[in-house]
């Protein structure tokens, strides 16, 4: 039996038997009453028993003599472990003592990273490690913004995925379930993530997934059910509110009043008044089901898991409304056997997602919420009068253009599916004692379909579509990637060495076949043929990138005093030309175990202190075109004459072929210098304390800054753009405490960071992005705009003032920064950082008796926003206004700081200024937990489960913030226009209940 | 492995592989000739920005960027701004390639000749549209091969005119009359840039810069030509029935039924499956049956209405020019009082429309096929007329102007208004240019170069007919130049007034 420091049976506990004299060797597991047991041992011995689990000391009990028929009995007792300093941390390609790290690490705890109900894994690890920011919205399988120590590329920001040592190359791995998850290492710096060469320079996320433990086969089911809904509806005009507005907006242009707006008109519209809010938002349901199975022998462990996710939307619209589903299935198993060892994974994963609806004829015209929020109160939801049945405006009357968002989530389709197989094989060989040769084959294939399919339907002006249309895109990516390591490992008296030597080679590969076709009629088939065979086309295209490395490492420990690592990685990139392929990759970093050095007399509550730093670069080629180096033809550019003259439409095409892009062909490697010191405490044997200051210089930065129009391309070239810095110190408290019969434990961190551009393009010119501006000596994407000085009360108020084209009474008056006399672009300014000057995550955890709670507040401190949702609801124009609106300027309402409302703005009210940008610092209690163990005592009479732990869990349950917005933390493009709110699907609040059964 | 790095492009041809063969030549100026029908250019927003700043038509748009354009009130990062320009530029660079590349090819001299005749002829088509919207621009006259060969300095708009009347003259000696008599792969192609089309755009061009006499011998070879007459029918200039007429001096070609389906809005990279659509037509259409966003002035309509037909009709062109109210009006087959009620006095672009063809734009969505008259013969006339006015030969210009008058039955202008002077003549030729092109773009060109938002008379005049000048702007008679060009580009200053 084992138990822990109280008494209580600790379930899950590796035990191995070994027999001293013969090297036979037996394992086994506890179970659910810390009982574990070995059957049929032979006789003989010594043998000796070693007990490990995570979280626990191990144990070795030595010295056992067995005699043939009789039972033996043991009760260990393991001890928690507070400090983690000799739990196993991955840092490419090998494990080491977290005490013998000497870069920049972060560990996440698997266990609150789980509690997150998400399709992500990234989105999981949200405020729990310090110095990975993570941006999201609230769609259903959207793409998750994640970042390590800040911006550091202008093309993918996202750090490189490595899961069980296999690099994920093709897009973020939402496709894996957070579920299997073993451990979470956060490589930060390059002396860490150095040997991962091309990839690290955005950081790297090493997942080490569940393996089997040797022992009788293990099944657990966890599972959780919740609802989400959007927590917060803003508050929009309602008909009456509306009409009155927009009345003034047309008077005030002089223009005659919409018929539907004006109650002297037989077309007014009084009897409508939709809040689309309402109508649109509902409960949503999230599930995941988790089954694992796992066991093995001595030799052999295998663990296979079954995972089953699924988010519905939480806005209304049918079948087309957003929704994510996922089914994955992984398997890995692992074998020895003498000098070999070898072991295979392969995991399978079926995704389904439905999205949120973007017309093809109307791009870039708003999304989801803003479409929702600007739709007209005098609109119906339903209108049987209409193709398709929903409502919309009427041009003549209304004059509106509003899109019925519930309406075209339920006329469209548009989803994505995606197969993907990701399968491992590695064998290693050790043909001397600590000489070991491991070959790696990996192959990730993935298989996508994307449909969209938009049916003939009238939701009224604008949104009129005629000809029903379908493209259906399937495409294909693989990557290859074979690796041959070589370690060796010395030790001899106080002196440790371990070098690891290796090359790679990685082919990637995507292609797609897209088919288009239009002209459906009704009664619809989803299949090409069925519409007008004139109107079918279809268009292909593949792409192939290789990556060839040569890499090195040299660990170095002395007498645990002393800790040098040195990597080095030389690659080759398809991506560039001959002459700019080959990258060189270096770092070094050093630790000092102050705590080990006898000369050094640390207070008693110093148990452990180490100082580490180090130097390094890294390289980046992953940008999104593999032939970016050299300029290509058009052969699409074509053009048509006619036949005969004076004739009607005969035209015949003539084929145009042209050079339409423009290439850079000296684009060359990416590189990263990163640099940091830390220090590592271990205080009164409860607490680990971790402080940590970095820089990092980013150069040549692959990017495609504008180019001039007048260049006449149809691209902005890839070119080595920028430098950035960005530089930011971290802290990790870790606290555990037994107070009473309750066990406590606190985890937070924090982290600042600062980021600079150092250079931009060949010119230093700015690049503007939305409310934003990125120049030299400031942050990337800093957002920039007007500043506003009140209202033009009348006329000689606006001869007074500095000239403003088109300015009338009851318009904004905008500051002459520059002091010209005119008022133009250059009377703008930096408005506040979009990045925040502090981030932070606090997770408290406490259990007693079989009740454990855990609470996870995480937050931003300092950063703005440019609330561009609110922007385009107080445009005062036709489309649907945010309530403040109502308290708009009038030669008798004057002491307001809301311009006049006037179709066509003239004097640009609504242009980017500080009126829009708003503090976008929050607090939000991300997560909450109330779990309940079963006793043992009750369990045993099932004879069939023996754990079982019940929870209710609360995400997005609270947040302070002075954000006006549906959600702070929004989804921008997270670079240039990074604190731009244009809305950002707002993140839902979620109430689970969650059940883990093992059998 | 090593050897694996060196991966090739499978879908596309490599620049240095090009530019080898006669076929090659002959591929890469029709692609010049694409982007003539890109969004910025005469698929839309060309037709947006030429029509709505002048007196004939007027903009009630909810997009700000067709509202907001003749109201001279545009915003200098907006969409009407940058999108023609980009067209534009994007077939400069089109052509610099054809006429840097093609001279070293080996092939026929004569094809080699037209090809280039056509490369110049639309080089200083484009550079004719940037001096003539956007004053003074940017001037790249080679390739950009690297990235430092991206910035080219913004030159004054009369070195862009100078550059314009060089290509437009080179053209013109390269090009031939007709593509009926040439023999090689572009033979029988029409709608090619021929050398009428050459000399009357250099005319046009010679015209802008106040240079008459030198305009006057380009208009005179034109019609020398005897190539080129006035079609009978006014309307045949704008329907997709009599496209490339004997009228039509130069047009840009779209079709319904010749390329993709999916629209080629650009500026992005052309896709094979890019239709040949327009887009001029459910934009400028009738409320209800087209998106509505320009409209006739007012004006237009009342100046048609001053002088009936010899035979006491009202001027055909009226009723080919716009929808308007009297009962007997038909919309796209329904009637307009039964649509927009009797009283209401609202007028609505028919000029390019495809009233009679189809129930309504929204069937065919973007889908015209309408191609773009750009020069017509009649345009060569009443030019031709004015430049010999402007010389002082008034009384020479009469038979020109007739001739643009009589096919539409208007009385002899010669007994009507015998005896002109220069300065009643210039009034005269306004008037008839106003109403023979109306809702062709050309008005608010002859408005600036006449110099008549300079002269306060004419402004108030102007302002009294279409309310839109109220917001004019010393300076505003050019577009501003993109911001994004500003941006991107050291050294492009903005135009003045803006």
């Given at each position: 039996?084992?138990?822990?420091?109280?008494?209580?049976?600790?379930?899950?506990?590796?035990?191995?038997?070994?027999n001293?004299?013969?090297?036979f060797?037996?394992?086994?597991?506890?179970?659910?009453?810390?009982?574990?047991?070995?059957p049929?041992?032979?006789?003989?011995?010594?043998?000796?028993?070693?007990?490990?689990?995570?979280?626990?000391?191990?144990?070795?009990?030595?010295?056992?003599?067995?005699?043939?028929?009789?039972?033996?009995?043991?009760?260990?007792?393991l001890?928690?472990?507070?400090?983690s300093?000799?739990?196993?941390?991955?840092?490419?390609?090998?494990?080491?003592?977290?005490?013998?790290?000497?870069?920049s690490?972060?560990?996440?705890?698997?266990?609150?990273v789980k509690?997150?109900?998400?399709?992500?894994?990234?989105?999981?690890?949200?405020?729990?490690?310090?110095?990975?920011?993570?941006?999201?919205?609230?769609?259903?399988?959207?793409?998750v913004?994640?970042k390590?120590?800040?911006v550091?590329s202008?093309?993918?920001?996202?750090?490189?995925?490595?899961?069980d040592g296999?690099?994920?190359?093709?897009?973020?791995?939402?496709?894996?379930?957070i579920?299997?998850?073993?451990?979470?290492?956060?490589?930060?710096?390059?002396?860490?993530g150095a040997?991962?060469?091309?990839?690290?320079a955005?950081g790297?996320?090493?997942?080490?997934?569940?393996?089997?433990?040797?022992?009788?086969?293990?099944?657990h089911?966890?599972?959780?059910?919740?609802?989400?809904?959007?927590?917060?509806?803003?508050?929009?005009?309602?008909r009456?509110?509306?009409?009155?507005i927009?009345?003034?907006?047309?008077?005030?242009?002089?223009l005659?009043?919409?018929?539907?707006?004006?109650?002297?008109s037989?077309?007014?519209?009084?009897?409508?008044?939709?809040?689309?809010?309402?109508?649109?938002?509902?409960?949503?349901?999230?599930?995941?089901?988790?089954?694992?199975?796992?066991?093995?022998?001595?030799?052999?462990?295998?663990?296979?898991?079954?995972?089953?996710?699924?988010?519905?939307?939480?806005?209304?619209?049918?079948?087309?409304?957003?929704?994510?589903?996922?089914?994955?299935?992984?398997?890995?198993?692992?074998?020895?056997?003498?000098?070999?060892?070898?072991?295979?994974?392969?995991?399978y994963?079926q995704?389904?997602?439905?999205?949120?609806?973007?017309?093809?004829?109307?791009?870039?015209?708003?999304?989801?919420?803003?479409?929702?929020?600007?739709?007209?109160p005098?609109v119906?939801?339903?209108d049987?009068?209409?193709?398709?049945?929903?409502?919309?405006?009427?041009?003549?009357?209304?004059?509106?253009?509003?899109?019925?968002?519930?309406?075209?989530n339920?006329l469209?389709?548009?989803?994505?599916?995606?197969?993907r197989?990701?399968?491992?094989?590695?064998?290693?060989?050790?043909?001397?004692?600590?000489?070991?040769?491991?070959?790696?084959?990996?192959?990730?294939?993935?298989?996508?379909?994307?449909?969209?399919?938009?049916?003939?339907?009238?939701?009224?002006?604008?949104y009129?579509n005629?000809?029903?249309?379908m493209?259906?895109?399937?495409?294909?990516?693989?990557?290859?990637?074979?690796?041959?390591?070589?370690?060796?490992?010395l030790?001899?008296?106080?002196?440790?060495?371990?070098l690891?030597a290796?090359?790679?080679f990685?082919?990637?590969?995507?292609?797609?076949?897209?088919?288009?076709?239009s002209?459906?009629?009704?009664?619809?088939f989803?299949?090409?043929?069925?519409?007008?065979?004139?109107?079918a086309?279809?268009?292909?295209?593949?792409?192939?990138?290789?990556?060839?490395?040569?890499?090195?490492?040299?660990?170095?420990?002395f007498?645990?005093?002393?800790?040098?690592t040195?990597?080095?990685?030389?690659?080759?990139?398809?991506?560039?030309?001959?002459?700019?392929?080959?990258?060189n990759f270096?770092?070094?970093?050093?630790?000092?175990?102050?705590?080990?050095?006898?000369?050094?007399?640390?207070?008693?509550?110093?148990?452990?202190a180490?100082?580490?730093?180090?130097?390094?670069?890294?390289?980046?080629?992953?940008?999104?075109?593999?032939?970016?180096?050299t300029?290509?033809?058009?052969?699409?550019?074509?053009?048509?004459?006619?036949?005969?003259?004076?004739?009607?439409?005969?035209?015949?095409?003539?084929?145009g072929?042209?050079?339409?892009?423009?290439?850079?062909?000296?684009i060359?490697?990416?590189?990263?210098?990163t640099?940091?010191?830390?220090?590592?405490?271990?205080?009164?044997?409860?607490?680990?304390?971790?402080?940590?200051?970095?820089?990092?210089?980013?150069k040549?930065?692959?990017?495609?800054?504008?180019?001039p129009?007048?260049v006449?391309?149809?691209?902005?070239?890839?070119?080595?753009?920028?430098s950035?810095r960005?530089?930011?110190l971290?802290?990790?408290?870790?606290?555990?405490?037994?107070v009473?019969?309750?066990?406590?434990?606190?985890?937070g961190?924090?982290?600042?960071?600062?980021?600079?551009v150092?250079?931009?393009?060949?010119?230093?010119d700015?690049?503007?992005g939305?409310?934003?501006?990125?120049?030299?000596?400031?942050?990337?994407?800093?957002i920039?705009?007007?500043?506003?000085?009140g209202?033009?009360?009348?006329?000689?108020d606006?001869?007074?003032?500095?000239?403003?084209?088109?300015?009338?009474?009851?318009?904004?008056?905008?500051?002459?920064l520059?002091?010209?006399?005119?008022?133009?672009?250059?009377?703008?300014?930096?408005?506040?950082?979009?990045?925040?000057k502090?981030?932070?995550?606090l997770?408290?955890g406490?259990?007693?008796?079989?009740?454990?709670?855990?609470i996870f507040?995480?937050?931003?401190?300092?950063?703005?926003?440019?609330?561009?949702?609110?922007?385009?609801?107080?445009?005062?124009?036709?489309?649907?206004?945010?309530?403040?609106?109502?308290?708009?300027w009038?030669?008798?309402?004057?002491?307001t700081?809301?311009?006049r409302?006037?179709?066509?703005?003239?004097?640009?009210?609504d242009?980017?200024s500080?009126?829009?940008?708003e503090?976008?610092?929050?607090?939000?209690?991300?997560?909450t937990q109330?779990?309940?163990?079963?006793p043992?005592?009750?369990?045993?009479?099932t004879?069939?489960?023996?754990?079982a732990?019940?929870?209710?869990?609360?995400?997005?349950?609270?947040?302070?913030?002075?954000?006006?917005?549906?959600?702070?933390?929004?989804?921008?493009?997270?670079?240039?226009?990074?604190g731009?709110?244009?809305?950002?699907?707002?993140?839902?609040?979620?109430?689970?209940?969650?059940?883990?059964?093992?059998? | 492995?090593?050897?694996?790095?060196?991966?090739?492009?499978?879908?596309?041809?490599?620049?240095?592989?090009?530019w080898?063969?006669?076929?090659?030549?002959?591929?890469?100026?029709?692609?010049?000739?694409?982007?003539?029908?890109?969004?910025?250019s005469?698929?839309?927003?060309?037709?947006?920005?030429?029509?709505?700043?002048?007196?004939?038509?007027?903009s009630n748009?909810?997009?700000?960027?067709?509202?907001n354009?003749?109201?001279?009130?545009?915003?200098?990062?907006?969409?009407?701004?940058?999108?023609?320009?980009?067209?534009?530029?994007?077939?400069?660079?089109?052509?610099?390639?054809?006429?840097?590349?093609?001279?070293?090819?080996?092939?026929?001299?004569?094809?080699?000749?037209?090809?280039?005749?056509?490369a110049?002829?639309l080089r200083?088509?484009?550079?004719?549209?940037?001096?003539?919207?956007?004053?003074?621009?940017?001037?790249?006259l080679?390739?950009?091969?690297?990235?430092?060969?991206?910035?080219?300095r913004?030159?004054?708009?009369?070195?862009?005119?100078?550059?314009v009347?060089?290509d437009?003259?080179?053209?013109?000696?390269?090009?031939?009359?007709?593509?009926?008599?040439?023999?090689?792969?572009?033979?029988?192609?029409?709608?090619?840039?021929t050398?009428?089309?050459?000399?009357?755009y250099?005319?046009k061009?010679?015209?802008f810069?106040?240079?008459?006499?030198?305009?006057?011998?380009q208009f005179?070879?034109v019609?020398?030509?005897?190539v080129?007459?006035?079609?009978?029918?006014?309307?045949?200039?704008?329907?997709?029935?009599?496209?490339?007429?004997?009228?039509?001096?130069?047009?840009?070609?779209?079709?319904?039924?010749?390329g993709?389906?999916?629209?080629?809005?650009?500026?992005?990279?052309?896709?094979?499956n890019?239709?040949?659509?327009?887009?001029?037509?459910?934009?400028?259409?009738?409320r209800?049956?087209?998106?509505?966003d320009v409209?006739?002035?007012?004006?237009?309509?009342?100046?048609?209405?001053?002088?009936p037909?010899?035979?006491?009709?009202?001027d055909?062109?009226?009723?080919?020019?716009?929808?308007?109210?009297?009962?007997t009006?038909k919309?796209?087959g329904?009637?307009?009082?039964?649509?927009?009620?009797?009283?209401?006095?609202e007028v609505?672009?028919?000029?390019?429309e495809?009233?009679?063809f189809?129930?309504?734009?929204?069937?065919?969505?973007?889908?015209?096929?309408?191609?773009s008259?750009l020069?017509?013969?009649?345009?060569?006339?009443?030019m031709?007329?004015?430049?010999?006015?402007?010389?002082?030969?008034?009384?020479?210009?009469?038979?020109y102007?007739?001739?643009?008058?009589a096919?539409v039955?208007?009385?002899d202008?010669?007994?009507?208004?015998?005896?002109?002077?220069?300065?009643?003549?210039?009034?005269?030729?306004?008037?008839?240019?106003?109403?023979?092109?109306?809702?062709e773009?050309?008005?608010?060109?002859?408005?600036?170069?006449?110099?008549?938002?300079?002269?306060p008379?004419?402004?108030?005049?102007l302002?009294?007919?279409?309310?839109?000048?109220?917001?004019?702007?010393?300076?505003?008679?050019?577009?501003?130049?993109?911001?994004?060009?500003i941006?991107?580009?050291?050294g492009?200053?903005?135009?003045k007034?803006?």
């Amino acid at each position: 039996i084992v138990q822990n420091d109280k008494g209580d049976p600790l379930q899950g506990v590796s035990v191995i038997a070994h027999n001293t004299r013969n090297s036979f060797s037996a394992g086994a597991q506890t179970d659910a009453g810390g009982v574990f047991t070995f059957p049929k041992l032979p006789s003989g011995g010594e043998y000796s028993f070693s007990f490990s689990n995570v979280g626990y000391e191990s144990q070795t009990l030595s010295g056992y003599r067995l005699k043939p028929g009789t039972t033996v009995s043991l009760v260990v007792k393991l001890l928690q472990t507070v400090q983690s300093l000799n739990d196993l941390v991955v840092v490419g390609y090998v494990a080491v003592r977290k005490r013998d790290l000497t870069g920049s690490v972060g560990i996440a705890n698997p266990d609150d990273v789980k509690k997150t109900a998400t399709y992500d894994i990234a989105r999981s690890l949200q405020g729990q490690v310090a110095g990975v920011s993570v941006q999201g919205s609230g769609e259903p399988g959207s793409f998750v913004n994640i970042k390590i120590r800040g911006v550091s590329s202008l093309n993918d920001n996202n750090p490189l995925f490595v899961i069980d040592g296999v690099p994920i190359i093709n897009e973020a791995p939402y496709d894996f379930p957070i579920d299997d998850i073993e451990s979470i290492q956060v490589l930060k710096d390059a002396s860490a993530g150095a040997i991962y060469g091309s990839r690290a320079a955005a950081g790297v996320i090493i997942i080490t997934t569940k393996k089997g433990k040797s022992g009788p086969m293990q099944l657990h089911y966890n599972a959780y059910y919740g609802v989400q809904n959007i927590p917060k509806k803003l508050p929009l005009t309602d008909r009456v509110q509306y009409q009155q507005i927009t009345d003034a907006a047309e008077t005030n242009a002089g223009l005659p009043l919409a018929p539907a707006n004006d109650p002297t008109s037989p077309q007014y519209i009084s009897n409508v008044n939709t809040n689309w809010q309402d109508a649109a938002f509902k409960t949503g349901i999230i599930q995941n089901h988790d089954l694992n199975f796992s066991g093995g022998g001595l030799n052999t462990t295998y663990n296979v898991s079954l995972n089953y996710f699924d988010q519905t939307a939480t806005v209304r619209g049918g079948p087309g409304e957003p929704k994510y589903n996922r089914y994955n299935f992984n398997a890995n198993i692992q074998s020895k056997a003498g000098i070999i060892s070898f072991g295979a994974r392969a995991s399978y994963t079926q995704s389904h997602k439905q999205d949120l609806t973007y017309p093809h004829l109307h791009p870039n015209i708003g999304n989801e919420i803003v479409d929702l929020d600007r739709a007209i109160p005098t609109v119906p939801v339903y209108d049987t009068s209409r193709l398709g049945g929903f409502g919309g405006t009427n041009q003549i009357t209304q004059k509106a253009i509003v899109l019925n968002i519930i309406g075209m989530n339920n006329l469209l389709d548009n989803y994505s599916n995606r197969n993907r197989f990701l399968g491992n094989a590695w064998v290693e060989v050790e043909p001397l004692h600590n000489l070991k040769y491991k070959m790696n084959l990996v192959y990730d294939w993935t298989d996508t379909r994307d449909f969209f399919f938009e049916p003939q339907y009238d939701l009224g002006w604008y949104y009129l579509n005629t000809i029903a249309y379908m493209t259906d895109t399937r495409g294909s990516q693989y990557t290859g990637l074979i690796e041959n390591l070589l370690t060796y490992h010395l030790e001899t008296g106080r002196h440790t060495l371990d070098l690891l030597a290796g090359q790679s080679f990685e082919k990637d590969d995507e292609q797609f076949l897209e088919g288009i076709e239009s002209g459906f009629k009704p009664p619809y088939f989803y299949s090409f043929g069925t519409g007008d065979p004139t109107t079918a086309s279809v268009q292909s295209g593949e792409q192939t990138a290789t990556l060839s490395a040569w890499l090195g490492r040299l660990n170095y420990n002395f007498d645990q005093r002393y800790l040098v690592t040195v990597n080095f990685r030389r690659d080759g990139s398809s991506k560039f030309s001959p002459d700019n392929r080959w990258g060189n990759f270096a770092s070094v970093a050093g630790a000092w175990n102050i705590s080990n050095e006898k000369f050094i007399h640390l207070p008693k509550f110093i148990n452990y202190a180490k100082l580490r730093g180090g130097t390094g670069t890294t390289g980046n080629q992953n940008f999104p075109s593999n032939y970016a180096f050299t300029a290509y033809i058009n052969s699409n550019a074509n053009y048509l004459f006619a036949t005969v003259p004076n004739a009607g439409p005969d035209q015949v095409l003539a084929s145009g072929s042209i050079q339409t892009q423009v290439a850079d062909p000296t684009i060359k490697w990416e590189t990263k210098v990163t640099s940091s010191v830390g220090l590592d405490l271990g205080l009164f044997h409860n607490m680990e304390f971790t402080a940590e200051y970095f820089i990092n210089t980013s150069k040549d930065l692959i990017a495609q800054p504008p180019i001039p129009l007048s260049v006449g391309a149809t691209n902005t070239p890839y070119v080595n753009a920028a430098s950035l810095r960005n530089s930011g110190l971290e802290f990790t408290l870790t606290y555990k405490k037994r107070v009473g019969a309750v066990d406590l434990s606190v985890t937070g961190n924090a982290h600042t960071l600062h980021n600079k551009v150092l250079k931009l393009g060949g010119t230093n010119d700015p690049i503007y992005g939305a409310e934003s501006k990125t120049e030299v000596g400031h942050e990337v994407g800093e957002i920039y705009g007007y500043v506003t000085q009140g209202i033009f009360q009348n006329a000689s108020d606006i001869a007074k003032h500095a000239t403003q084209p088109n300015a009338a009474p009851g318009d904004i008056k905008f500051k002459d920064l520059n002091g010209d006399g005119v008022i133009d672009a250059n009377d703008q300014q930096y408005l506040g950082s979009a990045i925040p000057k502090l981030y932070y995550g606090l997770n408290v955890g406490a259990s007693w008796k079989n009740v454990d709670f855990s609470i996870f507040f995480q937050g931003n401190e300092g950063n703005k926003i440019v609330n561009g949702l609110y922007q385009t609801l107080m445009a005062g124009q036709y489309t649907n206004h945010y309530i403040d609106e109502l308290n708009y300027w009038t030669p008798t309402h004057t002491n307001t700081n809301i311009p006049r409302p006037i179709i066509g703005d003239p004097n640009g009210n609504d242009r980017a200024s500080d009126r829009w940008v708003e503090n976008g610092s929050y607090v939000r209690l991300q997560n909450t937990q109330l779990g309940y163990t079963v006793p043992q005592g009750m369990l045993a009479r099932t004879h069939v489960v023996k754990t079982a732990r019940l929870y209710v869990s609360g995400q997005n349950l609270w947040t302070l913030t002075k954000y006006r917005g549906y959600d702070p933390d929004i989804i921008s493009d997270g670079l240039f226009s990074r604190g731009f709110d244009y809305g950002s699907f707002p993140n839902p609040r979620t109430v689970m209940f969650g059940v883990q059964v093992g059998f | 492995c090593t050897k694996q790095l060196t991966q090739t492009n499978p879908n596309q041809q490599t620049a240095q592989t090009f530019w080898k063969t006669a076929t090659d030549a002959v591929d890469g100026v029709n692609s010049v000739y694409g982007s003539l029908m890109l969004d910025g250019s005469y698929m839309r927003f060309t037709h947006v920005v030429l029509n709505t700043r002048g007196d004939d038509a007027t903009s009630n748009s909810p997009w700000d960027q067709i509202y907001n354009c003749g109201k001279f009130a545009l915003n200098v990062d907006g969409f009407a701004a940058s999108a023609p320009f980009t067209a534009y530029y994007q077939g400069v660079f089109r052509a610099n390639q054809v006429i840097e590349s093609v001279p070293p090819i080996v092939m026929d001299t004569a094809l080699k000749n037209r090809v280039l005749g056509q490369a110049y002829f639309l080089r200083g088509l484009y550079y004719f549209h940037l001096a003539d919207i956007y004053q003074n621009v940017p001037m790249p006259l080679t390739i950009a091969q690297s990235s430092s060969d991206y910035y080219a300095r913004q030159v004054s708009q009369d070195t862009v005119w100078m550059q314009v009347i060089s290509d437009f003259t080179k053209a013109a000696t390269l090009l031939p009359v007709s593509y009926a008599d040439v023999t090689g792969l572009d033979a029988n192609q029409f709608g090619r840039a021929t050398k009428g089309a050459a000399l009357a755009y250099l005319g046009k061009t010679l015209l802008f810069t106040k240079q008459y006499a030198a305009a006057a011998a380009q208009f005179q070879a034109v019609i020398n030509l005897g190539v080129y007459s006035l079609v009978p029918n006014y309307h045949d200039n704008f329907t997709e029935q009599d496209e490339n007429n004997p009228e039509s001096i130069f047009e840009v070609q779209f079709s319904r039924s010749v390329g993709g389906t999916t629209q080629g809005w650009g500026p992005g990279d052309p896709q094979s499956n890019w239709a040949k659509y327009e887009a001029r037509a459910i934009t400028f259409g009738p409320r209800n049956f087209a998106y509505c966003d320009v409209q006739p002035t007012k004006a237009l309509y009342y100046e048609f209405l001053q002088e009936p037909t010899a035979a006491n009709q009202v001027d055909p062109r009226l009723y080919a020019t716009m929808f308007y109210n009297t009962p007997t009006m038909k919309v796209y087959g329904q009637s307009f009082q039964a649509t927009f009620g009797v009283a209401d006095s609202e007028v609505f672009c028919r000029k390019y429309e495809n009233d009679g063809f189809v129930a309504s734009e929204f069937v065919w969505q973007f889908a015209s096929g309408i191609n773009s008259r750009l020069m017509r013969y009649a345009d060569v006339l009443l030019m031709y007329a004015e430049c010999l006015n402007e010389e002082g030969n008034t009384a020479q210009a009469y038979p020109y102007i007739q001739q643009v008058r009589a096919r539409v039955g208007l009385a002899d202008l010669a007994t009507v208004k015998p005896n002109l002077t220069q300065a009643q003549m210039r009034d005269q030729i306004a008037h008839e240019r106003f109403l023979e092109f109306g809702l062709e773009g050309k008005r608010f060109d002859d408005i600036r170069r006449w110099g008549w938002l300079q002269d306060p008379t004419k402004l108030a005049w102007l302002q009294a007919r279409d309310p839109e000048f109220k917001t004019y702007t010393t300076g505003r008679e050019y577009m501003p130049i993109p911001l994004a060009e500003i941006e991107a580009n050291p050294g492009v200053i903005q135009n003045k007034g803006w």
